[in-house]
C-alpha cells in the first residue's frame, strides 16, 4: 500500500488584485516510507505551499492527499502525525529550550519525569544536550535549526517535513548539518520531505528528488537519473548546467543517432528510443565535454571554438566556449596541476569532444 | 545647510531655553499642587505659613487640629473612603471587562476574514473620535430609556464601551507583530485552538494586553465627563467628588488628594513600563 500519496493536487490562491496563482497545479506524488524526499524548485513554485497542504495549514482546492489509503480531508493540522521544521524555525521566544522540545510532549499531557528523559534524549540526539535551560535567542542559527528539529522529532512523527531548514546557514554550516540531518534520518527511520531550491544540498542529500516548476511537478527519481537523465529542458537547466542542441535526427546507426541542428551543425548521441525523423533535444553535461588530445586519435565528433572566459573555481576550470554560429558551450575541465603543457586562458583555440554515451535525448517540444 | 544653522550656538542654546521653558510650564503646576499640599495654611494656599501633614492625615481620619473654619471644607474620612472604594471598583471592573473584550476583538479582527470587517475596525476606534460629552448624554439617555437606574453598574457599562477601544488598538499592535508561524508551529505539534491560544498567543501578547489593561485602568480612574452624567446619587467616584468640593473652594485638602492621585497614577505607569521591558 502507497504511504503518503497525493493525487492531482490543485491549490489556487486569489491575489488582492484579484488574479488567480495556481501554487498547485495537477500535482501528484507518491512519497514511499522511510524515504527521503526532496522537493526542488525555484523560488514560488509551490514547495511551501505543498508542504502546507501536506500538514494540514492550507486545503487543497481538488485532489487528494492520503496516509496509508487513509483521506486526510478534514483532519486538522494538530490531528496530522506530521510534524514540521519551520523556514524560520519559528521556536517559542518566551520559553526555554527544554520548553520548546517538550512543547509536544506537554500538550499531550506525558508524565513529566518521562517527559524530561525523552527533552533530553531529544536534545542529546541533536547534539545540545546541556543547552536545556537557554533562551533561544541565546544559540546560533545553527542550534537553533538543531532544535526545532528535536522539537519535531520527539513527537516521532510518521513524517518529517522540513522547509528549507538550511537556508540561513554558512556554507560551511550547512554542509556539515547536511551530513547530520542524512545520518539522523537514516537512524530515526522516519520519511523527510525536505524542502529546497538548492539543486546540490538536493542531490547530496535525497533518496529521491521531485522537481516542481509552476506548481507542476517535473520529474520524480532519484539524484543520479535526475542528473543523468532528465526528464525535459527544465530540470536539464534548474539542476546543474547543460548545453542543449535542438534538432532532427537524420542518421541512425545501431543505436547511435546522428542529429542535425537548425544553423547545420551535426551531433551524435547513443538512443534506443528515438529514431529517424524524431525532433530531440541533446542535452550534455558541462563535464562531458572534453578537450581533444593533440596528435592522431581525433574522434571525428569534434567541435572547433574559441574559449571566451575562464572561470577558476578550485578543483575545475569553468570556461565559455564560443563554437561559432551564434553557440556558445559551457565546459567544465579538471583542472590539471601536473600537465605543464596545459595552458587554457581566454583566446585559447580549443577542440572539444564528447562521447555520444555521455549525451541525454529527450523529445524537443512542439513549437 | 540646515544642520550648519541648528548646530551653531545662538539656535543650540535657543532650543534648549525652550525645552526648559516647555517642561517647566508643564510641570510647574505638578509642582505647586505638591508643595502646596504640605502648606498649613488654609485660608490662601498660595501663602506659605507652614510645614504640615495635617492635610494628608485629614484624607485618613488622623488629624484632630482643625479649627471650625476647616472642618467646614473638609470631607471626612469615611467619605473619602467611599468614593475611592466606588473609583477602585469602577476602575478594575471596566478595566477588566473591557481587556477582555478589546482582546477577543483584536484577535478576531487580525486573524478571520469576514464580510464587514473594515467597516467593524472603524465602528471600534469610533468611541476614542466621538466627544465624551456626546458620549456621556448618549449613555444617559439610553440608560434612562432603558430603564436603568443609575448606579456604579451603569457606569461601569458606559465605561467599557470606549475602553474597549483602547485595549483593542494597544493588543492589535501588539499582535500585528507576533510570527504567526508561532501558531502553526503549535498545532504542528498536536495543541488544538484552545491549547495553542492560552501556550502560545495569550504568552506572546500579555506585553499588550497589560498594557492595555493599565492604559484602561487609568483612563477609567480619572473619567470626569462621560462618569458625570451616568452616575447616580449614591456612586460619586473620586473624580467627580473632587470636582464637587472644587465648586465650594480650593482647598488644600484637595491638593493633598490630587497628589496622592498622581502617585498612584505614577506608580500604575511604573509597573506598565517594567512589565514592557521585560518581555519583548
Ligand atoms: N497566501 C497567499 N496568497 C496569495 N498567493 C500566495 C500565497 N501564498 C503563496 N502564494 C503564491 O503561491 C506561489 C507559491 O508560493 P510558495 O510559498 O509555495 O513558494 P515556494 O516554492 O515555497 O517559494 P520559496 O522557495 O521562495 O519559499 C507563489 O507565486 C506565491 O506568490
Ligand atoms: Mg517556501
Redesign the pocket.
Known sequence: MSFLKITSAHKA????EGAM?H??NDVSLDIRNNEFLTLL????????????CISGFEDIDSGEISLEGKDLKGVPAHRRPFNTVF?NYALFPHLNIADNVGYGLDVAKVAKKKRNIRVEEALELVGLSGFGSREPNQLSGGQQQRVALARSLILRPRVLLL??PLSALDRKMRENMQIELKLLQDSVGITFVF?T?DQEEALAMSDRIAV?SD?KVQQVASPTEVYDEPANEFVANFVGTSNIFTGRIFEKQGNIVTIETANQRKVQAESDRFGIGDHVQLILRPEHLKFTPGGNGIPDNCIEGVVETCIFVGSDLHLHVDVGKGRKAVVHHRHDRGNADEKIEAGSQVTLYYSPRAAHLIKAMAN | MLDKILNSRFWSWLFKGYGFVFLTFLYLPLGLIFVYSFNANSINMAVWTDFTFDWYLTIFGGANSQSEFDAAFTESPERIFEVVRNSAVVALCASTISTVIGTATAIALQRYNFAGKKFYQALLILPMIVPDIVLGIALLIFFVGAGFELSLLTIIIGHTTFLASYVFIVVSARLAGMDTTLEQASADLGAGPLTTFRRVTLPQIMPGVVGGFLLAFIISLDDVVITYFIAGVGSQTLPIFILAMMRRGLRPQINALAVLLLAFSFVVAAIGLYLRSRKT
Not at chain 1, 13 to 16: N, V
Not at chain 1, 41 to 52: D, H, M
Open positions: 490562491y486569489r491575489t488582492p496563482v501554487a498547485l524548485g525555484p523560488s514560488g513554485c509551490g514547495k511551501t505551499t505543498l508542504l502546507k523556514q522547509d528549507e524542502v531550491h516542481i506548481g
